[in-house]
């Protein structure tokens, strides 16, 4: 074959291969996408406190939230809302100055320029001293420093708004050199308007930092009306308050309001005097006109509330960590509360004997002349206390410097209803020189009460006698219970009821407290009909405003 012939043979077979090749090639070739890449084009503000927000805007973040991560200098981040092209997150408490960085469908970005990581402004502190000769209206983004006992005078007004925090001052720092802790005294005819929020709450608390608080920091809260006492009219304010109770008889007077407040480290010695110690918040002849709900006093090293003599009606109170008696009744009072819990430290007892309600009163055999006659009509309390539970030991008491649950002294009268005291030495103690006649006359009125988890159920004082109170209150129809510490179990207790780091009363489903509550003889229209025994059912009105770590909030913040 010629070599011209031989070239052209090959070439046909070279085009004919190739053309083979090509009509083997799959007709739809798979072509690899190009990969998704995330991108950060910038971070809004580029500087900024932890816990405020920050955005991100960028490309290719998910919209889902839980599929993104971010971090700040190294440090995850809770993000608030997402999409494709924006992310906004919550600065973390740890965080420190750094890159950003978001990752997401496999891969990471990070900001070409640092977040700037500051610390939340610090308030400023202004001091409250002496006696406020006008009407003001304090401001939340203020720290607020009581030095001694702060007045508010008759006509006068000090209005507080939601989340504002005050601060009391030791002892040490009175500038009239009386030795008294910081104290705010709302004055007969003075008025507060402190009204919280559940979210907003506003704060009492000690002047010392987070760490370094304890009890008896600082005094308390005072409040004093128009309502009656039954003491006569030079009779000096107690626990050092200046001035005397005088003769008022308006039940109806007007000190004010109180809502979603929070008391702290209360109950310092007045004047250096130990045995002398205002309650977290007290009342003198306060009246009607007046409202208070939401109140929390914790760690108080007195007690946590005291009523003396007046009207005045609350709800929803609670009492952590007390050290004297959780509620106190004096001078008369003829109130009504509802709604009130106690959670007690039982390592945490005051030398005199504490106790959950205790009702102190007018006794004709006083040694004071100034009882031997009622005054302004009144010569005993006959307040109303409905739904209160009163926690102390979750073991088995011990005698010592716990008390009882409900201790009624100095013929006292009082009606206590649909209430739960748990966990002391002594249920009911009933004390009175004229014998059982406050039993028999109905002057003291328990229905619906539960006895549990005590040594001594019910214990008589006086000319009263053990047996004559058990009789009376296990008498057919009061509905009074006794629940033996072998039979705990069946209340159904929440179980996180006792833990002081973060205790949770809610009964649970099926707790015999939730149902059997009976009709009071002195319920009248300021309760609410419920039909569980002791503080809560199924609502839960201490959530979110309440605190039981205040020695961890940092309030100069």
């Not at 993000?79 to 740890?94: D, E, F, G, M, Y």
């Not at 500051?118 to 030095?147: A, H, M, N």
Request: glycine share 10%.
């Amino acid at each position: 074959m010629k070599p011209t012939n031989c070239r052209l043979l090959l070439l046909s077979l070279f085009i004919g291969l190739a053309g083979l090749i090509v009509s083997c090639k799959d007709p739809n070739p798979v072509v690899n996408p190009t990969p998704t890449t995330v991108t950060i084009s910038s971070i809004d503000p580029t500087s900024a406190p932890v816990g405020s927000t920050i955005a991100i805007t960028g490309t290719n973040f998910s919209s889902d939230p839980a599929s993104n991560t971010i971090t700040i200098g190294g440090v995850p981040a809770t993000i608030v809302s997402a999409s494709s092209t924006r992310l906004v997150v919550t600065v973390p408490t740890s965080a420190t100055t750094g890159p950003v960085s978001v990752s997401a469908g496999g891969q990471t970005a990070q900001s070409q320029t640092s977040l700037t990581v500051t610390l939340p402004s610090v308030k400023p502190v202004v001091t409250l001293q002496g006696t406020i000769f006008s009407s003001r209206t304090l401001s939340r983004d203020t720290v607020y420093l009581l030095r001694g006992i702060v007045y508010v005078p008759q006509t006068y007004t000090l209005t507080i708004p939601a989340g504002t925090v005050i601060r009391g001052a030791s002892a040490d720092a009175d500038p009239s050199g009386a030795n008294m802790p910081g104290a705010l005294v709302i004055e007969r005819g003075g008025f507060i308007n402190a009204r919280g929020t559940a979210s907003q709450p506003i704060v009492f608390t000690s002047a010392k930092t987070a760490g370094q608080r304890a009890t008896g920091d600082w005094g308390g809260v005072v409040l004093i009306g128009r309502s009656p006492v039954n003491r006569v009219g030079t009779t000096a304010n107690p626990r050092g308050i200046r001035g005397t109770v005088e003769t008022y008889g308006e039940p109806a007077s007007n000190s004010g309001a109180m809502q979603y407040v929070r008391i702290e480290y209360a109950g310092a010695p007045m004047a250096g005097n130990t045995a002398v110690r205002l309650a977290g918040l007290s009342f003198i002849g306060v009246g009607t006109g007046t409202t208070i709900d939401h109140i929390q006093v914790s760690n108080s090293g007195g007690d946590a509330y005291s009523w003396f003599g007046g009207t005045v009606n609350a709800k929803n109170l609670m009492a952590f960590r007390t050290t004297d008696d959780d509620w106190t009744v004096d001078w008369g009072y003829t109130g009504n509360v509802q709604f009130a819990a106690a959670l007690r430290d039982p390592s945490v007892f005051d030398a005199s004997g504490s106790n959950g309600l205790e009702v102190e009163n007018y006794e004709t055999a006083d040694t004071d002349v100034s009882l031997v006659t009622p005054i302004n009509g009144q010569a005993q309390n006959v307040p109303v206390f409905a739904n209160i539970s009163s926690f102390a030991y979750n073991t088995t008491p011990t005698t010592g410097n716990a008390r009882a649950g409900l201790f009624v002294r100095r013929n006292s009268a009082i009606s206590v209803y649909n209430s739960l005291f748990y966990g002391y030495p002594e249920g009911v103690h009933i004390e009175s020189t004229t014998g059982p006649s406050s039993l028999t006359s109905g002057t003291v009125d328990l229905r619906g009460v539960v006895l549990a988890n005590t040594l001594s159920p019910v214990v008589g004082g006086g000319a009263v006698t053990s047996d004559q109170v058990s009789q009376y209150v296990q008498t057919v129809g009061r509905n009074n219970q006794i629940v033996p510490s072998n039979n705990l179990a069946a209340l159904l207790l929440n179980g996180s009821n006792f833990t002081l780091t973060s205790p949770a009363f809610l009964p649970q489903s099926g707790s015999p407290l939730l149902s059997d509550a009976v009709s009071g003889n002195r319920l009248n229209s300021f309760f609410t009909v419920v039909t569980y025994r002791g503080a809560f059912g199924t609502d839960n009105w201490a959530t979110n405003w309440t605190n039981y770590n205040p020695q961890a909030v940092d309030y100069d913040r």
